[in-house]
């Protein structure tokens, strides 16, 4: 797969403050990705300069091979922002008229089939909508765009678990049918797991992990034991969080553990349990270390 989407180097200061600092990024053509992290983490500064809102203090970016410059826009791309600053005095299918203009595969039978599934009233006034249903509206235009790239900022902010999990069934069906590059941005890693095949974790403006989802879930593991048999088990190994209670730690691993390894973890008093998903993106904010 080639890269549509290359950040190399980027840093953005606001005053003293360093929103984002060396961050690099490749998105690839047909993939899933999420980008998590933390409210403030830095991701929507990063989703402003790659869509051109915003201008890197430093470093380059290359959408489809084209280095942009101030002032430029990327083509093929549709970003939903997490606020989106629609009309208010419009109705719904007007806002849907208009964006439609701005996108060249942009897809109108499936645009009525999501107002239909969203139950969403189209002659409404976006100023009359909840929050969630103004969120809806953006999901709309960012799934019947069609674009090569389309990123989602905070999709399923406002709406009930009902409508969150119909968007993103929606998503993947179209996905499926439709292969392109989607980037959904997110605090809610839980609730992408099952979307998202590739995840960038953001902390502080920096990159903290890029990997497949499936390798983070094979290789993310819970230890509890004692302190001296926790220390020579993990020596050598990737540990993104140690807490200790008494004579006994809690270790969150990220590395391979084979059967002869489990065994030799048995034999210690080690226990080795899953890590979920959530835990293990809380875990490693807490360390706050880059992984290689």
Same mark, same amino acid.
């Given at each position: 797969?080639?890269?549509?989407?290359?950040?190399?180097?980027?840093? #953005?200061?606001?005053?003293?403050?360093?929103?984002?600092?060396?961050?690099?990024?490749?998105?690839?053509?047909?993939?899933?990705?999420?980008?998590?992290?933390?409210?403030?983490?830095?991701?929507?500064?990063?989703?402003?300069?790659?869509?051109?809102?915003?201008?890197? %203090?430093?470093?380059?970016?290359? =959408?489809?091979?084209?280095?942009?410059?101030?002032?430029?826009?990327?083509?093929?791309?549709?970003?939903?922002?997490?606020?989106?600053?629609?009309?208010?005095?419009?109705? =719904?299918?007007?806002?849907?008229?208009?964006?439609?203009?701005? $996108?060249?595969?942009?897809?109108?039978?499936?645009?009525?089939?999501?107002?239909?599934?969203?139950?969403?009233?189209?002659?409404?006034?976006?100023?009359?909508?909840?929050?969630?249903?103004?969120?809806? =509206?953006?999901?709309?235009?960012?799934?019947?765009?069609?674009?090569?790239?389309?990123?989602?900022?905070?999709?399923?902010?406002?709406?009930? =678990?009902?409508?969150?999990?119909?968007?993103?069934?929606?998503?993947?069906?179209?996905?499926?049918?439709?292969?392109?590059?989607?980037?959904?941005?997110?605090?809610?890693?839980?609730?992408?797991?099952?979307?998202?095949?590739?995840?960038?974790?953001?902390?502080?403006?920096?990159?903290?992990? $890029?990997?497949?989802? %499936?390798?983070?879930?094979?290789?993310?593991?819970?230890?509890?034991?004692?302190?001296?048999?926790?220390?020579?088990?993990?020596?050598?190994?990737?540990?993104?969080? #140690?807490?200790?209670?008494?004579?006994?730690?809690?270790?969150?691993?990220?590395?391979?553990?084979?059967?002869?390894? $489990?065994?030799?973890?048995?034999?210690?008093?080690?226990?080795?349990?899953?890590?979920?998903?959530?835990?293990?993106?809380?875990?490693?904010?807490?360390?706050?270390?880059?992984?290689?």
């Amino acid at each position: 797969m080639s890269a549509i989407l290359k950040c190399t180097n980027l840093n #953005k200061s606001y005053g003293k403050t360093e929103a984002v600092r060396n961050l690099n990024i490749t998105i690839e053509e047909h993939t899933i990705y999420g980008m998590l992290g933390r409210n403030g983490a830095g991701k929507t500064t990063l989703l402003n300069m790659i869509t051109g809102g915003l201008f890197p %203090d430093h470093g380059d970016i290359e =959408v489809y091979g084209k280095l942009m410059k101030p002032g430029d826009s990327p083509a093929n791309t549709c970003y939903i922002r997490e606020k989106n600053f629609l009309f208010g005095g419009a109705r =719904v299918i007007e806002v849907l008229e208009l964006a439609s203009a701005f $996108h060249k595969n942009w897809d109108w039978q499936f645009a009525h089939e999501l107002i239909k599934s969203f139950k969403l009233n189209p002659n409404k006034k976006i100023r009359q909508l909840s929050r969630g249903m103004e969120s809806l =509206v953006g999901n709309i235009i960012g799934l019947a765009s069609r674009a090569p790239l389309t990123i989602f900022d905070e999709p399923v902010l406002g709406l009930d =678990v009902l409508m969150r999990e119909r968007f993103y069934k929606l998503l993947m069906e179209d996905y499926a049918e439709h292969p392109r590059t989607i980037l959904i941005s997110t605090h809610l890693i839980d609730e992408i797991a099952k979307v998202v095949e590739r995840i960038y974790i953001i902390e502080n403006g920096t990159l903290l992990l $890029h990997d497949d989802v %499936d390798h983070i879930r094979t290789n993310s593991h819970l230890l509890t034991g004692n302190v001296e048999a926790i220390e020579k088990f993990t020596q050598g190994r990737r540990v993104i969080y #140690k807490e200790s209670y008494g004579r006994g730690t809690l270790v969150a691993l990220y590395d391979s553990i084979g059967e002869t390894e $489990h065994a030799q973890a048995s034999k210690l008093g080690i226990t080795i349990d899953g890590l979920p998903l959530q835990k293990f993106f809380s875990y490693l904010i807490e360390g706050g270390e880059y992984i290689e």
